[in-house]
């Protein structure tokens, strides 16, 4: 088996995968915060995580994820300005916080369950682990944190090499973290936030620095430590993580472990930190607010399958920003439905051994693209080539098929072409109706009754139904 070497955001390398504990791989991913639904730029990350889990799998290594659920601290800048976003979108619906996080998280899981997305050990709530957060906070706060009248905050100052993984010059900070007054630095940022004299939160909690609630980068910290141990294996978000939340995290990790610097990774709390590239649309950044709310249910309501946008993400490199279309997610559905195709036929057979002269050559091959850096887009390419070796025993190919897609997680062998069929959820047509239509027109065409063939063919159109005669791909009909 090839070497698994990933790419290591905090020394900006390709480096060979050394896991914490031998034969184990603990891997920590920032999840949403449940304010809103997510956009599928989001779900880029998770199924990025996702692959990722799965690799480490195929590799052998016995697999802890966790995942985490934000339903406190995120402000609507991941700096230390602006409104929490829970409460803003609490307040906007007149609910309470705890029903907004409860219906965007089952939102999220739903967006998950469609991807393929694997369901890590532990779904990490926040809220879960106010005591956890209180004692941390409490355990640095003499040596690392000072208290202002907003809350307590922590001193950037006060450990090695902070900024590293951003590559940002502490002196200057972040030009978009708003200044509070009294910050020793401007980088600095709070742990913990009381809530302001006069006003009640939904979400507060007592503290030793006052009724408040915690900020944000506090969570992953605590979640991370205490259900990986620190050093963990792996931490993965997305790009904009890199700049703010994760050198964050990373101080208060170094903190609380009393490391030193950063050019021994482990003392950041993980050894690899690994972040996915955007989702972007042409327009420019993908935003919940402006334009089309790309949502994944926004796909499945145009009728598109949802794992026509995991073979999207799949197609790029995590670590390229892609480019959401309708073109393009149309091009991967395509893709898809070819594969499927070819899958169907082994469907019926019992999958056997993958040791075969045809195909021990791909495996390796396989293995050898995922393995570096998760090159996922000829990984498919590979699959694809197996896909179509001819003369072998079906079972066979079907072993080899299975355990290539278990990395990518495209459930090739449970998916049937029918479903991949593009159904907005807007038509009202049933697919009985149509077969029927197509039946009839079938029978006028070999009897060479054209007017009544194409009085069909229109009666169709006219509800939305598009009859592709000779269709390479057998669609024969499309909404
Ligand atoms: P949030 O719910 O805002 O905390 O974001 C959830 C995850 O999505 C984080 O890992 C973000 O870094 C990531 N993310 C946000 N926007 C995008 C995007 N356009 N493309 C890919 N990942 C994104
Ligand atoms: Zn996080």
Redesign the pocket.
């Known amino acids: 088996m090839a070497d698994l070497t990933l790419f290591n955001s905090l020394t900006r390398q390709i480096e060979p995968f050394v896991p914490v504990h031998s034969g184990e791989a603990r891997v920590y991913t920032?999840?949403?915060?449940v304010y809103n639904y997510?956009?599928i730029?989001?779900m880029?990350?998770y199924v990025f995580a996702d692959v990722l889990g799965r690799t480490l799998t195929f590799k052998g290594y016995k697999l802890t994820h966790v995942i985490n659920i934000?339903d406190v601290g995120?402000l609507t800048d991941d700096g230390d300005a602006g409104e929490d976003k829970m409460e803003k979108m609490a307040a906007e619906k007149a609910q309470s916080i705890w029903d907004i996080a409860k219906h965007y998280t089952e939102a999220y899981h739903a967006d998950v369950e469609a991807l393929n997305i694997r369901q890590p050990a532990h779904w990490s709530v926040a809220t879960d682990y106010i005591e956890e957060m209180l004692d941390f906070a409490t355990s640095i706060a003499d040596k690392h944190c000072y208290e202002l009248e907003s809350g307590l905050y922590f001193d950037v100052s006060t450990v090695e090499d902070y900024g590293r993984l951003a590559r940002a010059v502490t002196e200057e900070g972040e030009g978009r973290i708003d200044a509070v007054e009294g910050k020793r630095n401007a980088a600095d940022f709070a742990i913990w936030r009381k809530t302001p004299a006069g006003e009640t939160r939904q979400m507060e909690w007592d503290s030793p620095w006052g009724r408040g609630a915690p900020g944000w980068h506090l969570e992953c910290s605590v979640m991370g430590g205490k259900l990986l141990g620190f050093p963990f294996d792996i931490h993965t978000?997305?790009?904009?993580?890199r700049e703010i939340h994760h050198p964050n995290e990373i101080a208060q990790n170094q903190a609380f472990c009393g490391c030193g610097g950063l050019s021994d990774a482990t003392n950041s709390g993980a050894k690899v930190w690994m972040h996915?590239?955007?989702?972007?649309e042409r327009s420019g950044?993908?935003s919940k607010s402006s334009g089309e709310f790309l949502r994944l249910q926004l796909l499945i309501a145009k009728g598109y399958h949802p794992l026509a946008y995991r073979m999207m993400c799949l197609q790029a490199h995590y670590r390229s920003e892609l480019e959401f279309s309708w073109e393009g997610l149309g091009a991967a559905l395509t893709r898809l439905k070819r594969m499927v195709m070819q899958a169907e036929r082994l469907r019926d057979d019992e999958a056997g051994e993958t040791e075969h002269p045809k195909f021990v050559p791909l495996l390796e091959k396989f293995d050898a693209a995922i393995s570096d850096d998760l090159n996922t887009s000829i990984a498919l390419t590979v699959l694809e080539e197996a896909l179509a070796v001819k003369k072998v025993d079906a079972g066979v190919k079907r072993a080899v098929v299975e355990r290539m897609d278990a990395v990518l997680g495209l459930g090739l062998i449970d998916l049937a072409r029918a479903d991949l069929r593009i159904r907005p959820k807007s038509a009202t047509i049933t697919e009985t109706e149509i077969e029927n239509a197509l039946e009839r027109r079938k029978a006028a065409r070999a009897e060479k009754d054209f007017a009544t063939s194409d009085a069909l063919r229109d009666e169709l159109a006219a509800k939305g139904v598009e009859v592709m005669d000779g269709d390479p791909l057998g669609w024969e009909w499309a909404l």
């Open positions: 920032c999840g949403p915060t997510p956009h730029g989001n880029r990350a934000t995120h978000g997305g790009i904009d993580h996915n590239n955007f989702l972007v950044k993908m």
